[in-house]
C-alpha cells in the first residue's frame, strides 16, 4: 500500500494559491482531471439522451458511466443510483415520496447528530401527515452516539429512521450496521446521510444493509451534485410527482429535469482519482477503490494524530471532537476568543478553518455552542504535514 501525497497535490491547481486547505468538509478542492472531464463534457457535442446521433449517445454513456462509478464507490447497484442537484434536494423529494406511505400516529426517528438536511425534510414530512417525530440524542460529552439512543425509540409504529454514517460537525461516526438491523426487525426503513463519510472511507452498502445512502460529490473531489443510491427493488415501491412525459423508469423517476451531463462525468472522474489514491493497487475499479480508501484513511489517520495532540497540547483549546470512531474532522473553540476571531485570525497566516455551526444546527446547540458553533478543521487527500504544521504554528501564535 502506497500513498503518495506530493502526486495527489499535483491534480489540484487551487493549492497553487497557497492556502492551507482545513475547509474539505464544506466541499473539497477540485482536481484536474474532474475539471477537465467537465469542460470536456460540456464542449462535446451533446443531445438529450438517445441512440441515434453521436451525441444522443454520448449523454446516454455519460449517465451509464456515472451511475457504475457510484455503484462502485458504494458498493451499489447502479440501476439505484439517482443523481439530483444536492443531497438536501434528494432528502427533501424522496422524504415527501416516502411520506406518501406514512400515517397519522406512524413514527419516524431522526437525531440531534445530523446535518439539518437529514432532519427538517422529516421533520416537515412527518408533520404534513400526522406523523410522530421521535429525537435519538448523542452525549455531548463524549461525542458517542450509541446504538441504544436510536433503538430504544423503536416501536411498530417505526417507518423511517434517518441516521448519520458520520457527523460533518464533530465526526462522530454512530455503529450505522447495528442500527441498521434494529430498524429492520420493526419492520422499518433506515435512510443514512452519507455525506461527510463517503469522503474518508470505503462505503459497501450491501454490507451495511442500509435502505438509502446519500453523498455529494463535491465532498470527494467531485462536482456539486447529489447521490442517493438505494435497491431498484425498493425505488420501484414508491410514487414520485413528476411530470406526465417523463420517464417513470427508475431510477430516473426520481431524477426530475434534464440531468447535468457535465457534472456526471466529473463525477465519474472524481471516482476514477479515489481510485487510483495508491498508485499499486491492481483489479477491478471497485478493488482500486477499497485499495485507495486503504490508503488514504492511513494517511489522514497519521496526519490527524499530528493535529490532534497539538491541539489537546494548548491549554486554550477545548475540542468537541472526541468518539472513538470519527472521520478526521476535529471540532474547536479557543478560550476568550469568537469562533469568528479564530477562523480569521488563522485566515490571516493563509489557513482555510472555517467557523459556523454548519448547519448540524441541533448538534452544535446540544454541545452548547448554540448558533455560533465553533472553529472546524477536516483533513483531505490532498492535506500534508506542511499544511498542519502552518495551522499549529499560526494557532499558537492567536492563542
Ligand atoms: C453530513 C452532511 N449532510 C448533508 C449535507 C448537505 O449536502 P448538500 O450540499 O449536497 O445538500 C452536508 C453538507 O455540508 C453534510 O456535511
Known amino acids: 500500500m502506497t500513498y503518495d501525497v506530493v502526486a495527489v497535490r499535483e491534480l489540484f491547481p487551487a493549492l ?16 484536474l482531471p474532474v475539471a477537465e472531464a467537465v469542460r470536456d463534457t460540456l464542449v462535446s457535442a451533446i443531445s438529450n439522451r438517445g441512440d ?18 457510484m455503484a ?13 442537484r444536492s443531497a438536501t434536494a434528494l432528502t427533501y423529494d424522496l422524504s415527501r415520496a416516502l411520506a406518501k406511505t406514512w400515517e397519522p400516529g406512524d413514527e419516524i ?11 427538517r425534510p422529516w421533520v416537515q414530512a412527518a408533520e404534513a401527515v400526522g406523523a410522530v417525530v421521535r429525537w435519538a440524542d448523542f452525549e455531548p460529552d463524549t461525542g458517542e452516539m450509541h446504538s441504544a439512543a436510536v433503538t430504544s425509540l423503536l416501536t ?6 434517518a441516521t448519520t454514517a458520520a ?5 462522530t461516526k454512530p455503529p450505522v450496521c447495528k442500527i441498521a438491523r434494529a ?6 426503513l433506515h435512510w443514512v446521510d452519507g455525506v461527510h463519510a463517503t469522503a474518508h472511507a470505503s462505503v459497501d452498502l450491501s454490507d451495511l444493509g442500509v435502505d438509502f445512502w446519500t453523498c455529494s460529490p463535491y465532498k470527494f473531489l467531485g462536482p456539486h451534485i447529489g447521490v442517493v443510491a438505494a435497491a431498484p427493488e425498493l425505488l420501484e415501491t414508491l410514487t414520485m410527482d413528476k411530470l406526465l412525459p417523463s420517464s417513470n423508469a427508475v431510477p430516473e423517476r426520481f431524477e426530475l429535469g434534464t440531468l447535468p451531463y457535465e457534472l456526471l462525468a466529473g463525477t ?18 471497485r478493488e482500486r477503490i477499497l485499495a485507495g480508501f486503504a490508503a488514504l484513511e492511513e494517511h489522514e489517520h497519521r496526519l490527524l494524530s499530528r493535529l490532534e495532540a497539538g491541539l489537546r497540547g494548548m491549554p486554550a483549546v477545548r475540542l468537541y471532537s472526541n468518539a472513538r470512531k470519527r472521520t478526521p474532522t476535529l471540532l474547536f473553540t479557543v478560550e476568550g476568543m469568537t469562533a469568528q476571531e479564530v477562523r480569521r485570525g488563522l485566515a490571516e497566516s493563509g489557513v482555510n478553518a472555517p467557523a459556523s455551526h454548519f448547519y448540524a444546527i441541533e448538534a452544535s446547540r446540544h454541545l452548547g455552542l448554540g448558533d455560533e458553533g465553533g472553529v472546524r478543521v477536516g483533513l483531505a487527500p490532498y492535506t500534508d504535514d506542511s499544511d498542519i504544521d502552518r495551522l499549529l504554528s499560526a494557532l499558537a501564535d492567536l492563542v
Open 183 to 188: 430498524v429492520h426487525e420493526v419492520g422499518a
Open 109 to 119: 426517528v431522526v437525531t440531534r447528530l445530523d446535518h439539518d438536511s437529514n432532519i
Open 72 to 84: 462502485d464507490l458504494l458498493g451499489a447497484d447502479p440501476r439505484g443510483v439517482v443523481f439530483g
Open 16 to 31: 497553487s494559491e497557497g492556502a492551507a486547505h482545513f475547509d474539505g468538509p464544506g466541499g473539497s478542492q477540485t482536481p
Open 268 to 285: 465519474t472522474a472524481a471516482v476514477e482519482v479515489l481510485a487510483g489514491l495508491d498508485p499499486s493497487a491492481t483489479g477491478s475499479r
Open 52 to 69: 441515434v446521433t453521436a451525441s444522443e449517445r454520448r449523454a446516454e454513456s455519460v449517465v451509464v458511466e456515472a451511475r457504475a462509478a
Open 167 to 171: 457527523s460533518n460537525l464533530i465526526g
Open 156 to 161: 411498530d409504529r417505526t417507518r423511517l429512521v
